[in-house]
């Protein structure tokens, strides 16, 4: 392997680990010869450019005692070998991706090996072995279909026909009503049960996630066999869901608030891309804690739009606030808590009954009606957030999703943009829900307590996201 050529002397100087980077590209290059080092300018989503090494060549991929070769592109970061590559499916002209399990559409490659690298453990050679057995199991190249190419040993056009072992093809789109609950523990099994009761599923995937420590809980449901229910500790068994429930928790033993929060944050960095890429066209409920951050890291790391990511937030307050408006003191109006779900939530009423024909508006909160909406408020208040009731909550939103049913929700949503609020944080305001996700009703001006208590909650927020590693 040459690294003696002046560009790549120069990127190389910039590594941080320079010597163990150096290491590590003599040692791809004793096994994997064919791959080779280039000086490039690497585009970051933000736009940000570096220059950074990238290694090209083909990995060979065995099918059916046929090799062939399947063209690759790594971008090695300035922290190599300590942070992963950024693995990419390059084909010829005369090739097609085919996304699926471990690649997307645009090529982009996602293995566990990459979600779990941690070096000296984790290496390229590894990555390159482990990315030649899963194209093996599943290819993610197919040839086109032209006249010209016709060539069985350039590359197999059967590929693009590749069935399971069911015999059935891999279209995620096909699952119709599918939901996968990501998290044991009793918010994952509430959240199960209440999904089945409420929603109508083609099939329900719960996957139990080891490092969460509110694992457990899967193995009743293995052992009775409820009917469309798969238990898995497989990602890639909730490809194609048309809605992912994300429960899990890693509350850790650190001292401070941060810290502990931070151990959600990692373990979501193993979870959320991955149930990303396999239903890329899902609506994501966020249910672990805290809900406002966690909805916003899930969104962060999702790449999805900000509509088809959003946490339970509030919904289960606001269900209970008109439960009481309505049945207690007989006031028939929507009414919904807003804000972080914490001591600043605050309650606010529709300017229509619940059966009107008039469009669902916030009543502006200093009104007549205040009193007694903060009288329904109060009586909500000893009602505790137990295990069930956030699953009902959460079964509720899902079923709304499923069904295309309109139906407003108080969900943590991206906030910005909404009664002033500038800064991107994410907080519980009414939503329209439906197939295509969120759409929140139009923010108002709020009463001067109100609007101190969201200004504080934003603050907070705005404050804490600031501190977390991504």
């Known amino acids: 392997m040459d690294l003696s050529s002046e560009k790549i002397q120069r990127i190389l100087s910039k590594y941080k680990f ?3 980077a150096v290491g590590e590209l003599e040692k791809i290059h004793r096994i994997f010869p064919g791959i080779k080092p280039f000086p490039g300018t690497y585009t970051f989503s933000d736009s940000t450019q570096k220059d950074l090494i990238k290694l ?57 090996g990459l979600h779990n690298w941690d070096h000296p453990k984790s290496s390229v050679v590894g990555l390159l072995n482990e990315m030649i057995a899963k194209f093996q ?61 409420k929603c109508t599923v083609d099939k329900l995937v719960f996957i139990d996630v080891a490092e969460s420590s509110t694992k457990g809980g899967s193995t009743d449901l293995e052992i009775f066999s409820l009917p469309k229910v798969e238990v898995s500790r497989d990602f890639s068994a909730s490809a194609g869901s048309k809605v992912v429930v994300v429960t899990a928790n890693a509350w850790s033993s650190e001292q401070s608030y941060v810290s502990v929060v931070q151990t959600n944050v990692d ?59 309505d049945i ?25 009954g619940a059966s009107s024909s008039v469009q669902q508006e916030i009543t502006v909160g200093a ?16 009602r505790g957030q137990r295990s069930w009731s956030v699953g009902l909550s959460i079964a509720d939103i899902t079923n709304s999703v499923l069904t295309d049913k309109k139906k407003i929700h108080s969900v943590s949503t991206l906030a910005q943009g909404w009664a002033g609020i500038g800064t991107e944080v994410f907080l519980s305001v009414p939503c329209i829900m439906g197939a295509d996700g969120s759409a929140r009703l139009a923010g108002v001006s709020l009463g001067p307590e109100e609007d101190s208590k969201l ?14 590693r991504m």
């Open 18 to 20: 320079h010597d163990v």
């Open 56 to 112: 090209i060549g083909n990995i060979p991929v065995k099918y059916e005692g046929v090799t062939y070769n399947f063209p690759i592109l790594l971008w090695l970061m300035d922290s190599f070998p300590f942070t992963p590559p950024i693995c990419l499916l390059k084909p010829t002209a005369n090739m097609v991706i085919r996304g699926g399990k471990h690649v997307d559409a645009r090529g982009r490659i996602f293995l566990p």
């Open 137 to 197: 199991e599943d290819p993610p190249l197919s040839a086109k279909t032209t006249g010209e190419n016709k060539d069985p040993h350039e590359l197999l056009a059967f590929v693009s026909n590749f069935k399971n072992n069911e015999g059935v093809s891999r279209n995620p789109s096909q699952m119709g009503h599918k939901v996968s609950v990501i998290g044991g523990g009793d918010l994952g099994m509430a959240t199960v049960m209440s999904i089945l009761s």
């Open 267 to 325: 373990l979501y960095k193993g979870i959320i891309p991955n149930v990303a890429h396999l239903s890329p066209n899902a609506v994501m409920i966020i249910a672990s804690q805290p809900v406002d951050v966690m909805a916003h890291v899930a969104w962060r790391q999702s790449g999805l739009p900000p509509a088809h990511v959003i946490g339970a937030g509030c919904n289960l307050d606001s269900e209970r606030l008109s439960h009481v408006l």
């Open 328 to 352: 207690n003191l007989n006031t028939h109006k929507p009414a919904w808590v807003i804000g972080e779900l914490s001591d600043s939530k605050v309650p606010v009423i529709s300017n229509g």
């Open 367 to 382: 009104n007549s009606a205040k009193p007694l909406l903060d009288r329904a408020f109060e009586m909500t208040k000893n």
């Open 455 to 468: 200004k504080d909650s934003v603050s907070s927020l705005s404050n804490l996201m600031s501190q977390l």
